[in-house]
């Protein structure tokens, strides 16, 4: 009931159907814990497709530069003022290069947060994980993935 009652927050909600462009319901629920030396699946540097999605982490340890912050692309989620995103997209790929961030000015930061903390971002902008070098803490993250349930008005 308690997770119930934070996921269905009607401020958060609120928050969510402005940020994602209407009504917005949790669709994804996980945590997900990062361990030092396995790079498997992260560092991949991709937008979320398949609807307009703002995924909201809750960071129960610290997220740092170190000990694997995600990192995203600020802006990117506009994709109007990115066309090469679209025409990317268009051209198949699903997965894209710092390098090609670099060609179009774009740059890929660490966003970090204290242990507590949390944040949402859209998935349609450009992120990725970063793995854990070895010997790092353990970095653990409870992940909910809000999707727009009406994506023809997402602007």
């Not at 809750?58 to 506009?78: E, F, I, K, N, Q």
């Not at 970090?112 to 993250?141: D, I, Q, R, Y």
């Amino acid at each position: 009931p308690m997770v119930d009652a934070w996921l269905h927050n009607p401020a958060l909600l609120r928050f969510l159907g402005w940020a994602n462009g209407g009504d917005a319901r949790p669709l994804i629920l996980q945590v997900e814990r990062k361990r030092p030396g396995k790079a498997e699946g992260y560092e991949t540097l991709h937008v979320d497709t398949s609807a307009h999605t703002v995924k909201v982490y809750v960071c129960l340890t610290a997220m740092t530069a170190p000990t694997g912050a995600l990192r995203y692309a600020r802006g990117t989620h506009r994709w109007q003022a990115f066309p090469w995103i679209v025409t990317a997209l268009a051209r198949g790929h699903k997965n894209f290069t710092p390098q090609m961030l670099a060609q179009h000015g774009v740059a890929l930061r660490p966003i970090e947060a204290a242990a507590g903390t949390v944040l949402g971002f859209s998935g349609n902008g450009l992120h990725c994980a970063t793995a854990l070098p070895p010997g790092a803490p353990e970095c653990w993250t409870l992940q909910v993935y809000y999707q727009q349930l009406q994506p023809w008005k997402c602007g």
